[in-house]
């Protein structure tokens, strides 16, 4: 490993001497030369990743060992703060590489990814499973314990987040537990992708073939065209193909009158995962659970549930299940009554038929139309791309006197980024802002925040956000669809979270939160987007720049509690699945189906509504959301309930958005996140907001 730190100094050398460095050094290797230090795109290409790889990990092995065998007794100092800082390179590649492998991707960085992964790991591995390290981590962990040492309340979570760390890998355990820990996670590791293989096989072996365009009625002609498209690619002209990717599937569960059509793509759908083939899942789930429950029970916890919610906000599996299942009687109450209008919409045709699943969105559809007749085209004029910006602009300036100023002094590594120079209100430097709103093949879809540089003591932080949002077409500037203006308004949230952050360390920074916490600053930015008098600043018509109608202000106003008995049940019935399947003590008579059938059954869900994913295709809980599903709802409430002290004191109100500042933006990490909720709004989140926002009473 040393003889990369060799190559590392050459290459400093070498530029120190004046010669052409900037042709042969590695941009990697050393500070950035550009405004705010951002990432050298002019310089970096695809040849420099793996050196800088190699000379990461060297350079912060050798960090580590410098750690581990300094003769002064460990230290918060020597030791946590070290640990922190430790890994320069590896963080100014890793931050760069793995932007580009989701933005901006090619073959060869594809390629890298995949050998990348594994040696990371690997790296990993080697940092929290290193004993003499972890027994200075210890080390300073006890003398706080025992009330030796005295740290910052940041501090101290700082220091618990590395010890924490430390304890989850299981640095605490005797070899042999070390072993069967290190065994378990490597068969769990190929087997929950094996699950979600299975799942992309039984997705991809589908395929609904309509034979006459009599049998398409009531699709709209787009959908059928894409039907015909579809059925090209699988070689059968002249046909209509439907799949079961959502863009497929959705359309023909919404517009298809013909019911059996429906009901064959729902009932593929539902039983993806569930064939006793080969790709059946359920053998497979059975077996990922029980060692999900060995490991937790060699961490020295009843359940995986408790393990996996230890370090989240939420802390126990029942203070998660206490918010789900208190959620759920309204849920399922308005879910029971929307049920009721779609049989009476059925009632009204007259063929006698009582409601199925196959046929919620379809009569959910009529209704829309009915009730709300709410046409996306209608609104789209109103939110160009960039006057949804300017919104945003806007309502950051006002809450909290942010400015963003575009600038093309940055170099970026498309020439669809745009970069923005943040400021606060008293002129002082917050960081970089980066937009990346084009879609592109090289970008995988979704939308998110991430940094190129978090931020720590004097450092401020370099960020981004990526999606993609609709084309520009023609005479068409980028307008936006509801969704997409809320999408924008939501990633800045986290970039906010990002940028305000007034935290010393790296590991408390910014979004370095709880799983359960970090959507609380992005989803309470969504009511903004859509809060009428804020509409009513940005919301202008792209060519004519009238400003948006009240009345078609009242229609999505009035359009955002439709269906939400359905959508929040079937969220919470996944949710809840999650939760009670990693919550058993025991796996030894655990029939996988069977569990979900009874716990339904339990719950009172009803027929026509399926949990959001089952069992045999609940991908979310193959690491990433297991034992985790909850969080999205957990956020809501947050959310939800944060945004109400907005609504009770004026939706720009300073003193308000100063505490959310003050308690929320700039403490990432730095405290417990409860703590930081109740600093802010008094109290511990209720679920009336919730309850509210989504019209469940
Ligand atoms: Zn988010």
């Known amino acids: 490993m040393r003889q990369f730190v060799i190559v590392a100094a050459m290459a400093c050398m070498v530029s120190a001497c004046g010669q052409k460095a900037e042709d042969t050094a590695n941009p990697f290797l050393t500070e950035f030369q550009t405004p705010y230090g951002t990432p050298d795109f002019n310089r970096i290409k695809v040849e420099?990743?793996?050196?800088?790889?190699?000379?990461?990990?060297?350079?912060?092995?050798?960090?580590?060992?410098?750690?581990?065998?300094?003769?002064e007794a460990p230290t918060f100092e020597n030791t946590i703060v070290a640990l922190d800082n430790s890994g320069e390179i590896l963080d100014r590649v890793s931050g760069v590489f793995f932007a580009l492998s989701e933005a901006d991707t090619n073959d060869k960085i594809m390629e890298l990814e995949t050998r990348f992964a594994s040696m990371l790991s690997e790296h990993n591995d080697n940092i929290f499973l290193n004993k003499e390290l972890y027994k200075r981590v210890a080390a300073v962990h006890d003398m706080e314990e025992k009330g030796q040492i005295e740290l910052t309340t940041e501090q101290h979570y700082l220091l618990d987040k590395y010890y924490k760390g430390f304890i989850r890998s299981g640095a605490g355990l005797d070899e042999e537990k070390q072993m069967r820990l290190r065994e378990i996670n490597k068969e769990l590791s190929t087997l929950t992708i094996e699950f979600g293989n299975h799942v992309l096989a039984d997705n991809n072996a589908y395929l609904l073939v309509v034979d006459n365009k009599e049998d398409l009625a009531g699709l709209p002609a787009a959908v059928i065209e894409g039907a015909a498209h579809e059925a090209k690619a699988h070689g059968k002209d002249g046909k209509w193909v439907f799949t079961l990717q959502e863009s497929s599937r959705l359309p023909l569960l919404q517009y298809a009158q013909d019911r059996e059509l429906r009901k064959n793509i729902y009932l593929a759908y539902t039983n993806m995962g569930n064939h006793d083939d080969a790709n059946d899942n359920?053998?497979?789930?059975?077996?990922?659970?029980?060692?999900?429950?060995?490991?937790?029970?060699?961490?020295?916890?009843?359940?995986?549930?408790?393990?996996?919610?230890?370090?989240?906000?939420?802390?126990?599996?029942?203070?998660?299940?206490?918010?789900?299942?208190?959620?759920?009687?309204?849920?399922?109450?308005?879910?029971?009554?929307?049920?009721?209008?779609?049989?009476?919409?059925?009632?009204?045709?007259?063929?006698?038929?009582?409601?199925?699943?196959?046929?919620?969105?379809?009569?959910?559809?009529?209704?829309?139309?009915?009730?709300?007749n709410l046409n996306e085209e209608e609104i789209k004029p109103y939110f160009s791309q960039n006057d949804v910006h300017d919104g945003l602009c806007y309502v950051v300036n006002r809450l909290y006197g942010v400015t963003l100023t575009p600038t093309d002094s940055i170099p970026v590594y498309n020439s669809d980024v745009k970069t923005y120079v943040v400021n606060d209100g008293d002129g002082s430097l917050l960081g970089v802002f980066y937009s990346d709103y084009m879609p592109r093949a090289s970008k995988r879809s979704g939308a998110w925040m991430s940094n190129f540089r978090e931020a720590s003591a004097d450092v401020r932080p370099l960020i981004y956000n990526v999606a993609s949002f609709t084309k520009p077409a023609g005479d068409l500037p980028s307008l936006l669809t509801l969704d997409e203006a809320r999408t924008m308004f939501?990633?800045?949230?986290?970039?906010?979270?990002?940028?305000?952050?007034?935290?010393?360390?790296?590991?408390?920074?910014?979004?370095?939160?709880?799983?359960?916490?970090?959507?609380?600053?992005?989803?309470?930015?969504?009511?903004?987007?859509?809060?009428?008098?804020?509409?009513?600043?940005?919301?202008k018509h792209y060519k004519t720049r009238e400003t948006i109608s009240d009345g078609l202000i009242a229609k999505i106003e009035n359009q955002s509690h439709f269906n939400q008995g359905f959508m929040t049940t079937e969220l919470l019935a996944a949710a809840i699945l999650d939760m009670e399947l990693h919550c058993l003590t025991s796996t030894d008579s655990l029939n996988v189906v069977d569990f979900e059938k009874q716990l339904m059954d339990k719950i009172g869900l009803i027929p026509q509504i399926a949990p959001r994913y089952r069992v045999t295709y609940f991908n979310h809980i193959m690491g990433g959301y297991d034992a985790g599903y909850y969080s999205y709802l957990w956020a809501e409430r947050l959310d939800t309930d944060a945004f109400e002290a907005f609504k009770e004191h004026g939706l720009f109100d300073q003193a308000t958005a100063a505490s959310f500042r003050k308690n929320i933006l700039e403490k990432g990490g730095s405290d417990d996140p409860m703590r930081l909720y109740v600093n802010f709004r008094g109290a511990e989140p209720g679920i009336e907001p919730l309850l509210e926002t989504r019209g469940l009473r």
Request: include cysteine; charged fraction near 25%; charge should be negative.
């Open 490 to 539: 939501h990633e800045f949230g986290h970039a906010l979270h990002g940028l305000l952050t007034r935290c010393q360390y790296k590991g408390t920074s910014g979004t370095s939160v709880a799983q359960d916490f970090v959507e609380l600053p992005s989803q309470i930015m969504e009511h903004w987007a859509m809060a009428p008098e804020v509409m009513k600043v940005y919301a």
């Open 282 to 372: 359920k053998a497979l789930l059975k077996r990922i659970l029980t060692l999900r429950l060995e490991k937790a029970k060699l961490m020295g916890y009843d359940n995986y549930a408790e393990y996996q919610l230890a370090e989240n906000m939420a802390k126990t599996p029942e203070k998660a299940l206490d918010l789900l299942y208190g959620l759920w009687k309204y849920a399922i109450k308005k879910a029971k009554a929307e049920a009721s209008e779609l049989q009476a919409i059925m009632d009204r045709e007259g063929k006698g038929e009582k409601l199925e699943a196959w046929d919620w969105w379809y009569y959910a559809e009529k209704l829309r139309q009915e009730k709300y």
């Open 48 to 71: 420099h990743y793996e050196p800088a790889f190699l000379a990461g990990i060297a350079q912060q092995n050798e960090e580590i060992d410098s750690i581990v065998n300094n003769p």
